[in-house]
């Protein structure tokens, strides 16, 4: 199923920087400034580099989709740390379990 991002065939509707451009070009009739960010990956072989270094070199890219982490986080499994700090899992992690012991307790008391 097609995200708000790509095709079915997984092909992206829009370039990494074209929200950017977008901001750019509207930003006076906004009253705003924007700030500029660099499309980041990870490599294999260099670590973090931007986009255009990776493609430029013919890197590695490591990817991984919001729909895995989020599969990942529910399930316990592994999470690079190239994906996200252990720090940021386990707080994700204690919020779901908090979560879903309040779930309960809601559930318990509608019962």
């Known amino acids: 199923m097609a995200g708000s991002k790509s095709s079915l065939t997984g092909e992206d509707?829009?370039?990494?920087?074209?929200?950017?451009?977008?901001?750019k070009e509207h930003a006076p009739e906004l009253g705003m400034q924007?700030?500029?960010?660099?499309?980041?990956?990870?490599?294999?072989e260099k670590g973090y580099v931007t986009a255009d270094v990776a493609e430029k070199?013919?890197?590695?890219?490591?990817?991984?989709s919001g729909t895995k982490f989020r599969k990942m986080l529910r399930s316990g499994e592994e999470i690079p740390e190239w994906f996200a700090f252990k720090s940021?899992?386990?707080?994700?992690?204690?919020?779901?379990?908090?979560?879903?012991?309040?779930?309960?307790?809601?559930?318990?008391?509608?019962?």
């Open 13 to 23: 509707f829009y370039g990494p920087y074209d929200a950017q451009e977008f901001a």
């Open 34 to 44: 924007t700030v500029p960010s660099l499309n980041v990956v990870y490599t294999k």
């Open 57 to 64: 070199e013919n890197l590695h890219c490591l990817k991984l």
């Open 88 to 111: 940021v899992v386990k707080v994700l992690r204690d919020d779901m379990s908090r979560r879903a012991k309040a779930a309960t307790v809601g559930d318990a008391v509608a019962a």
